[in-house]
């Protein structure tokens, strides 16, 4: 009963009691029990007293469950309310206040916003729902207050752009003189905090945000498409910038910028010279709104509820091809790089189109725009590159675009190899853009995996991939890869940035120098090229690489340069090659349908290659096809992902590439 649910949820639970609950509350009869371990962990805090909680409370875990689900704002605020009245008296007294203001923090946090000085302000806005000043919040106060409260609004779930026109708000601290697009005053205040639209970049007071500003011109062309093409303008500070028409300087708030091309005008210039909008320098990969026209019937995404982003209502759309154009399709995956997807996502999807921006996790969603694209950018990691290609794989397209990429986090061997860098530095994306249109596009090899155990009843972790991008590893690597990510899966807070995951590292291969956990490993495997048995029997081996492109471990170049051979014609490809002074001469090509097989004889050596003290590991093999068998349980890695795999056989081939 909703009595029964509403006592429950101020009880204190254990591991067992959440696991129990989450299995009820979602109607599932099997919840992953690691995954049941990390939320119960997450929920688990240090309250106002100081002394730490051995379970969680189960109204925190319904009010956070409430961010992700569909409601009217009425019934959220009333649900809230009821909540976290502990004692049923009809009033918010001040410590109910604190936990529901806490509970908001742990929601901004997961938005994505600068809750580094947000405190604060939950606190005045509480203390302004509380009109007649008694301490206490009536029911009536709360809905009142908060149905006129977009940030209350935002940070309990609430859509806030099912209409048309309305802006996609989200704190924001601005370090310079800001001001307000509705009073025109300037926000002023500790970090001067205020409400900013992810799209269109309009800012208000969090006051002023139902005070009838201007609607989001990048919104409006939710629900219509126009099909002539004019500036969309909308107030903003220009700053002093020059005007495009008179050529004199803006003062602050007295001029327009256009949402496509940017142009920035004087009020009285909107009106004067040309009428049509050019999309500005980025006029390339900016899908326009009068190149879009809805083809059906909208259908509503329910399955992905990320306020943060962009909430579409998702609908088939036909585009029509503007000449001299490559139109953007742009994935990012915001937990790459910390902090920095989520700001490459705003940026994005303020500079171009932000239907053409997209978390990763919609791509099922949006594949019938791909086959309209001319190219994708994919911004993340190797992994994130991986799971985009293998998603295009399953969407079936019938004309699968080129792959771009931005590298965010650590590692990026592919992007290494294609020469996109080895991480995004904070450089201006506009300048990205303009070195996709000068692009080449190459095509990438792409293998099969076939995992198959010896017994079957001991399968082991589940495999991570069934496409090999970059490598596939065994050995003493992915030995020291499996200890990261099983530190980072139990302490994520401890890996939140670049350097702290390259010091993880650098102590876990420390640890795995001293133990030698992969020692000899040759008596525990068998390799086979083409048919042909490698003699690995004369090499004190820890780790075997199979490489796809010729970067590894965030730059290292196992392979190594190659000797051109003296005289006489240049040897062509083969099969397979394992004389060890023909392989001398043979180099990587990421398109040539082979692998290449390298020896590592431990971390010294790899620290060696990394380093440039060695030029590169053991060359054993090059091959179109190779089948591994091991006999005892080692620790394996296919692009990054590694897991512990029981004694089986793996077998790769090659399989359609893929331009990138």
């Known amino acids: 009963s909703d009595f029964g649910f509403y006592f429950l949820s101020f009880q204190c ?24 371990q990390r939320l119960f962990r997450y929920f688990q805090h240090v309250d106002h007293d100081g002394s730490s909680k051995s379970g969680v409370f189960l109204r925190d875990v319904s009010c956070y469950f409430s961010v992700l689900e569909e409601a009217q704002p009425r019934e ?37 916003w600068d809750v580094t000085e947000l405190r604060p302000v939950l606190k005045d806005m509480m203390t302004a729902i509380d009109v007649d000043d008694s301490g206490t919040v009536t029911l009536e106060e709360w809905l009142k207050g908060g149905m006129n409260n977009v940030p209350l609004l935002v940070l309990l779930g609430l859509k806030m752009t099912e209409k048309d026109g309305h802006h996609i708000w989200r704190m924001k601290h601005f370090n310079k003189p800001t001001y307000c697009s509705v009073c025109q005053s300037m926000l002023l205040g500790l970090g001067k905090q205020g409400l900013c639209c992810t799209c269109c970049k309009y800012t208000v007071h969090s006051q002023c945000a139902n005070k009838n500003p201007e609607p989001c011109e990048v919104g409006s062309h939710l629900g219509f498409v126009s099909q002539i093409a004019v500036h ?99 994935f990012v995956n915001p937990k790459s790089g ?10 994005f999807q303020y500079l171009l189109n932000p239907r053409q921006v997209y978390n990763l996790t919609v791509l099922q969603l949006c594949s019938p725009w791909c086959d309209s694209f001319i190219m994708i950018l994919v911004c993340g990691g190797d992994g994130t590159v991986g799971w985009l290609l293998d998603a295009i794989d399953k969407a079936e397209l019938q004309v699968c675009p080129p792959v771009a990429v931005l590298p965010l ?9 294609l020469r996109w860098g080895g991480g995004y530095e904070g450089s201006d994306l506009s300048e990205i853009l303009k070195e996709i249109e000068s692009s080449e596009v190459v095509p990438l090899d792409r293998w099969s995996i076939q995992v198959i155990p010896n017994d079957p009843k001991d399968a082991g972790d589940p495999v991570p991939y069934e496409i090999i991008n970059n490598y596939f590893s065994i050995g003493v690597d992915a030995s020291i890869a499996h200890r990261f990510h099983s530190m980072r899966e139990k302490f994520p807070q401890r890996f939140n940035s670049r350097m702290k995951n390259k010091l993880w590292y650098f102590e876990f291969a420390t640890s795995e120098s001293i133990s030698a956990s992969c020692k000899k490993l040759n008596e525990c495997l068998a390799i086979e090229c083409c048919g042909r048995h490698l003699d690995l029997s004369h090499l004190p081996l820890e780790g075997i690489a199979v490489l796809n492109i010729p970067s590894m471990h965030g730059g290292s170049n196992l392979w190594g340069e190659s000797k051109r051979p003296d005289g006489g ?20 090509d990421i398109s040539d349908k082979r692998l290449e097989v390298v020896g590592l004889e431990g971390v010294i050596e790899m620290g060696q290659i990394y380093t440039g003290l060695k030029s590169a590991g053991h060359r054993l093999a090059q091959t179109s096809r190779i089948t591994i068998r091991t006999i005892k349980a080692l620790p394996m890695q296919i692009d990054g992902e ?18 990138i």
């Not at 591991?15 to 979602?26: Q, V």
């Not at 910390?338 to 940026?347: D, I, S």
Request: charged share 25%; net charge neutral.
């Open 338 to 347: 910390g902090k920095q997807g989520e700001r490459v996502l705003r940026k």
């Open 409 to 417: 986090g650590t590692g990026n061997d592919m992007a290494r190899c």
């Open 569 to 588: 014609p240049e040897v062509q490809p083969s099969e397979v090659i394992t004389d060890v002074e023909h392989l001398k001469t043979v180099t990587q």
């Open 642 to 659: 590694p897991w512990m795999q029981p004694p089986c056989t793996v077998k790769k081939t090659n399989v359609p590439s893929y331009e």
């Open 76 to 112: 959220k605020l009333e649900f809230t309310f009821k909540l976290y009245d502990k004692d049923g008296n009809g009033l918010l007294d001040s410590s109910e206040v604190d936990r529901i203001i806490t509970q908001m923090m742990r929601a901004a946090d997961y938005l994505g």
């Open 13 to 36: 639970v254990d591991a067992l009691g959440f696991c129990l609950f989450l299995k009820t509350y979602l109607e599932v009869d099997d919840f992953p029990a690691d995954f049941c």
């Open 232 to 330: 969309d303008w909308i107030r903003a500070d220009c700053n002093s910038t020059k005007c495009e028409v008179c050529h004199k300087k803006i003062k602050t708030l007295a001029g327009r910028r256009c949402v496509w091309c940017k142009d920035m005008r004087h009020d009285e210039c909107v009106l004067i010279g040309l009428s049509s909008c050019h999309c500005g320098p980025l006029k390339d990969h900016i899908l326009p709104p009068w190149a879009i026209h809805a083809v059906s019937k909208v259908k509503t995404c329910t399955k992905h509820t990320d306020l943060q982003h962009f909430n579409l209502t998702y609908c088939l759309f036909s585009i029509v091809p503007m000449a001299d154009t490559h139109p953007l399709l742009v």
